[in-house]
């Protein structure tokens, strides 16, 4: 099944901090994080395992709750850099390893 | 350079045509994985290889695409009798036991 991103977009001013959320109906065995710039491929984030897991750094940071249904990507004092399309993939109890299933993306637009 | 490649970057090719693309992994990965991307949407798994087993296809993988990994190291996506929806973005993927999949650049098909 599909996770569900939120939002599909935002726009923030340089400095802005956003969250970007996805949620599955089931719970998950792995989620993962990637950022696409407009034609170019994803690029790996981070990926969380645990449930209650938190990973990163101060300014891009995920979290995984305790039911292992929800992660939420967390991007603090955004940067021009920033911008590009957020992608959740994830990976189910059961299910083939690697076999993510991507959400349709939140697309983030730093403005100066 | 040591990340994932694909050749060629973009095909333009006339319906009925087959196509092949190439994926040349990270050295050192033994998992490989199709993706296809059309626009405003995340990647969708088609296929997955370890080493030279082809372990998955998804359901949207046709009877006119096959998929090869021979000797465990590149692999090649053919796709025959093209038809306009297989216009998309074509990644690849690899990735070792530590299950972070690194994408390739993508090959471009335009079926016209």
């Known amino acids: 099944q599909q996770p569900v991103q939120s939002p599909q977009a935002v726009i923030l001013r340089e400095g802005e901090d956003a969250v970007i959320n996805c949620s599955s109906s089931?719970?998950?065995?792995?989620v993962h994080w990637y950022r696409q710039k407009h034609g170019e491929a994803p690029v790996f984030l981070m990926i969380l395992l645990k449930g209650g897991e938190q990973k990163g750094h101060e300014k891009i940071s995920a979290s995984f709750n305790e039911k292992k249904q929800q992660s939420s990507l967390y991007l603090t004092a955004s940067q021009l850099s920033y911008s590009g399309t957020y992608f959740c993939?994830?990976?189910?109890?059961?299910?083939?390893?690697?076999?993510?299933?991507f959400g349709k993306g939140t697309k983030l637009s730093v403005k100066p | 350079d040591t990340g994932v490649s694909q050749n060629p970057r973009h095909k333009i090719t006339k319906r009925g045509q087959n196509v092949t693309f190439r994926c040349d992994p990270i050295s050192e990965h033994n998992r490989l994985y199709w993706y296809r991307q059309t626009l405003g949407q995340g990647p969708e798994f088609l296929t997955y290889?370890?080493?030279?087993?082809?372990?998955?296809k998804s359901r949207l993988l046709s009877d006119r695409f096959s998929a090869e990994r021979p000797k465990g190291s590149f692999s090649t996506l053919e796709i025959q009798r093209t038809e306009q929806g297989d216009s998309a973005m074509y990644l690849c993927?690899?990735?070792?036991?530590?299950?972070?999949?690194?994408f390739g650049p993508g090959t471009r098909l335009t079926v016209l």
């Open positions: 993927a690899s990735s070792s036991r530590l299950e972070v999949e690194f």
């Open positions: 290889f370890q080493n030279e087993a082809q372990l998955e």
């Open positions: 089931k719970a998950l065995y792995s």
């Open positions: 993939g994830t990976e189910s109890y059961g299910g083939s390893q690697g076999n993510l299933i």
